[in-house]
C-alpha cells in the first residue's frame, strides 16, 4: 500500500478525498468526468467559464464557425455530475506541503490530490513584442482578433480603392507550418477566393496573397513524407506560397523580415510556436525547455504522487519520444486520473499511463485535408477521403449535442451555398501596419509582389 493510499484510508468517514483540476480543456474535463462514479469530490478551477474545443478554432477565427458553435460552459457540461464543482479563478500559488493551491481570489482550497492541466500559450522565441503584431490562436479572443484584422482589411482596401484609386497590397503572412499555420493559410485562401469573390465591388479579393512561412525543410513535419508532400501541393493548388528554410527575423507594423527580405504584410499571424503554462515551474519540478514539467510513467512529477500533470502542460516520453502536446493525448491523460483515483480508493496498484495513438490529420482548405491514421487501420489518406474523416471525427468529438448540430449545420450550408455567416467585424476599425502601408504610397505591381530566397539558395 503506498504512502498516499495509507493517508487517504486514515481520514475521517466523513470526509471525502478532495481532488482539485486546475483547467477545463480536454484533459480538465475528461479528469472531472473520470471521476463521475468515484467516492471522491471534485473541484474544477479555470479563469474562463467554457470549455473550448481548440481543433476547431480556426474556423471561427476565418469566419466558418461562430464561437459558441465550438464553446460550451463548464457548468453546463459538468451539470449532472453530482460530486463536482465549478470555480471560475485563476490559480496563483501552490504549496505542495500543505496540499493547499491559492486562487486570484486569495482563497486557498486544500486537496488530496492535484491534476494541473493548463495548457499551453504562444511562444515568440525571445521576441515578445511580436505579440501585439502577429497574434497566435489559442483562445476565442485570438479568434475574433484574427477574424476582426482579416476581414477588416479587405473592406479598408475597398474604402481605400474608393476613395483614392489604390490600395497596398492584401498579403497575409502566416508564420508556421504546423497543422494551426496550414489550416489558416488555406482557410483565408478559400475566404478570398470563394466566399468573397462576388461581395466587393471595386476590388478583387482572389488576388489576395497568402504566403506561409517555415524555417524547416518542409511543413508538418511532424507528419510523414508524403503527406507533408501532399499538403504542400494541397496548399500551392489553392494559391498559398509555401516558402521553407525562411526564418523570420523580424516583424513589424505592414511588414515581416524572412529570408533576408522585407515583405509587405496586411496581417501578420504567429503559428510558429508553444510555450507550457507558467504554473507548472510553481510545483518547484523538473520542467524542460518549454516549461512543460517532466513527469514518470504515472503522470507524477518527482517525488509528488498526489500531483498529476494533464495535456500540454506535461513531457511524458513514451518509447523513445515525447507524446504530443494534442488533444488526443490530453483526453487520455484525463480519462487516466480516474483509473489511479480508483485504484486508489481500492488499495491496488496505479497502472502505468500509456498513450494510444490513433493518428494526426489537418485540413487544406476547402474539402481536403491529410490524415495519418493508425486506427482503426494503419494508412496515410488525403484529399476528400482524408476531409470527411476529418469532419467526422470533429463532430464526433465536440461536447454537447446542440454544437454537434450546430456546426454540422454550418458546415453544410457554408460548403454548398459558399457565404459565411459568421464573417462579423468587431472592435475598432483600426489595422496594425496599414497606416505605414498607406504612407508607403502606391507600389508598381513589380515592386508588390515580394521576392524570398530560393528553396535551393536557403538550402
Known amino acids: 500500500m503506498s504512502e498516499l493510499t495509507a493517508q487517504m484510508k486514515a481520514q475521517p468517514r466523513n470526509r471525502r478525498p478532495r481532488v482539485v483540476i486546475v483547467g477545463g480543456g480536454f484533459a480538465g474535463i475528461h479528469a472531472a468526468r473520470s471521476l463521475a462514479h468515484q467516492d471522491v469530490d471534485a473541484t474544477v478551477v479555470d479563469r474562463r467559464n467554457h470549455h473550448l474545443f481548440q481543433p476547431l478554432l480556426y474556423q471561427v477565427a476565418l469566419a466558418v464557425l461562430s464561437p459558441a458553435n465550438i464553446a460550451e460552459p463548464i457548468r453546463t457540461i459538468l451539470s449532472g455530475q453530482k460530486n463536482a464543482e465549478v470555480l471560475m479563478d485563476e490559480v496563483v500559488g501552490i504549496d505542495v506541503e500543505a496540499r493547499q493551491v491559492t486562487l486570484g481570489s486569495g482563497a486557498r482550497i486544500a486537496y488530496d490530490y492535484l491534476a494541473l492541466a493548463t495548457g499551453a500559450s504562444h511562444s515568440y522565441f525571445g521576441h515578445d513584442e511580436w505579440a501585439a503584431l502577429a497574434p497566435g490562436l489559442k483562445t476565442i479572443e485570438d479568434a475574433t482578433e484574427i477574424r476582426r484584422r482579416v476581414l477588416l482589411a479587405f473592406e479598408l482596401a475597398e474604402r481605400q480603392k474608393v476613395e483614392h484609386g489604390w490600395h497596398p497590397p492584401l498579403n ?76 523570420v527575423t523580424g516583424v513589424g507594423p505592414g511588414w515581416v523580415e524572412a529570408g533576408g527580405q522585407r515583405i509587405e504584410s496586411a496581417v501578420t499571424l504567429w503559428a510558429a510556436g508553444v510555450q507550457a503554462s507558467p504554473l507548472g515551474k510553481l510545483l518547484g519540478a523538473p520542467v524542460d525547455h518549454r516549461g512543460c514539467v517532466i513527469v514518470d510513467d504515472r503522470l507524477n512529477p518527482p517525488g509528488l504522487p498526489e500531483v498529476f500533470v494533464l495535456g500540454d502542460l506535461t513531457h511524458f516520453e513514451q518509447d523513445g519520444h515525447q507524446v504530443p502536446g494534442v488533444a488526443q493525448p490530453a483526453m487520455q491523460m484525463g480519462d487516466y486520473l480516474g483509473q489511479v483515483v480508483a485504484a486508489d480508493l481500492a488499495g491496488r496498484a496505479r497502472p502505468a499511463f500509456r498513450y494510444f495513438d490513433k493518428g494526426d490529420m489537418a485540413t487544406i482548405g476547402r474539402m481536403d485535408a491529410v490524415a495519418n491514421v493508425k486506427w482503426p487501420f494503419k494508412g496515410h489518406m488525403s484529399g476528400m477521403p482524408a476531409w470527411f474523416t476529418w469532419l467526422t471525427v470533429h463532430i464526433f468529438f465536440l461536447i454537447g449535442f446542440r454544437n454537434r448540430l450546430s456546426v454540422f449545420v454550418a458546415w453544410v450550408w457554408t460548403y454548398f451555398t459558399f457565404t459565411r455567416g459568421a464573417r462579423l467585424i468587431t472592435g475598432d476599425q483600426h489595422l496594425t501596419g496599414w497606416t505605414e502601408m498607406l504612407e508607403a504610397g502606391p507600389a508598381s505591381e513589380a515592386e508588390e509582389k515580394p521576392v524570398l530566397a530560393s528553396q535551393d539558395s536557403a538550402r
Open 172 to 247: 497575409f503572412v502566416v508564420i508556421g507550418g504546423g497543422p494551426t499555420g496550414v489550416e489558416l493559410a488555406g482557410a483565408i485562401c478559400d475566404i478570398a477566393q470563394l466566399y468573397m469573390r462576388h461581395d466587393f465591388r471595386h476590388i478583387n479579393p482572389s488576388k489576395a496573397r497568402v504566403l506561409l512561412l517555415d524555417g524547416g525543410p518542409r511543413i508538418l513535419a511532424a507528419y510523414p513524407e508524403d503527406l507533408s508532400a501532399k499538403a504542400e501541393a494541397a496548399l500551392t493548388r489553392l494559391g498559398v506560397e509555401v516558402h521553407k528554410h525562411t526564418q
